[in-house]
């Protein structure tokens, strides 16, 4: 069983190509594989299928699915940072010609393009902001505002130092705005173009970098800067980002690697699957 292992500023994915959506993957399976000292080590598991093989309704031009997975074992809606490193994926294997493509997710179909100097932007959809409401760190309130980007999301403008936070919790948060949990962003105000962040992913912990994450940090910082729109860089702990907001849809641009391809041992496999069933 083949899988290759990518990361776009440095959030980290196993893929696992299943044109025919023949694995089993399990919630445990997707944990052992996530496992960093067990396991192959990542945040997410981005499985490469066919979106006639997932079920998925046909759509002209959309003939992937991006089947992403938390660390946690939990399903996800959309991933940013994981649609660049499935695009590059696909183009390195020959399954598509680069250039662009529509991708199909469960946060809805969302238009990839490979730019002239390697990077990759995706068309993240249109971004909705909600509430405002509150995280928690340390027992200290941030005020942010709700940002949904087809997951949920939380971002909180802040002039605190970003390195003082302490992530290695789940930030609190208010479960009648979130029921189904949020991710949390924390993010400076603009200065000279640019802002910079930290995230803590729902289902994953903090990452070097998140997506859809960022996108929804650079909602709130334009908003808290009296602006609707704009384009802002975007420094995560994992590397450099660049997000376009307009009044119709936001844009998502940045690298995203193969760092290994390799085969998983079928003992390891089928043991995952034992410990499921068990």
Not at 223 to 234: A, I, K, N, Y
Request: glycine fraction near 14%; hydrophobic fraction near 40%.
């Amino acid at each position: 069983m083949r899988f290759a292992k990518g990361h776009g500023t440095e959030n980290d994915f196993v893929l696992l190509l299943d044109a025919d959506a023949g694995l089993d993957l399990t919630p445990e399976r997707v944990r052992a594989l996530c496992e960093r000292r067990g396991g192959l080590g990542a945040d997410g598991v981005l499985r490469v299928v066919r979106a006639a093989a997932a079920g998925e309704p046909e759509r002209d031009g959309v003939e992937w699915f991006m089947d992403y997975r938390n660390s946690d074992g939990s399903t996800a809606e959309m991933c940013g940072n994981g649609a660049r490193v499935f695009a590059r994926y696909l183009a390195e294997c020959g399954l598509v010609d680069g250039g662009e493509l529509l991708l199909g997710t469960r946060g809805g179909v969302r238009r990839v393009r490979f730019t002239d100097d390697g990077l990759i932007s995706v068309d993240m959809g249109p971004a909705t902001v909600g509430a405002r409401s509150t995280a928690t760190v340390d027992g200290r309130a941030f005020d942010g505002v709700e940002v949904d980007l087809g997951n949920p999301h939380l971002a909180c403008v802040t002039d605190v130092a970003l390195d003082t936070l302490d992530l290695g919790v789940p930030p609190g948060h208010d479960p009648a705005v979130f029921p189904h949990g949020v991710n949390v962003e924390f993010v400076t105000t603009v200065l000279d173009g640019e802002v910079s962040m930290r995230v803590h992913e729902r289902g994953v912990g903090e990452t070097r970098s998140c997506g859809t994450g960022t996108v929804a940090a650079v909602v709130a910082a334009l908003r808290h800067d009296g602006r609707e729109v704009g384009s802002c860089g975007v420094l995560t702990p994992g590397g450099r980002l660049h997000v376009s907001v307009t009044a119709e849809s936001t844009t998502l641009t940045g690298p995203a690697v193969i760092v290994a391809q390799g085969e998983l041992d079928r003992p390891w496999w089928d043991a995952a699957g034992e410990a499921a069933s068990g």
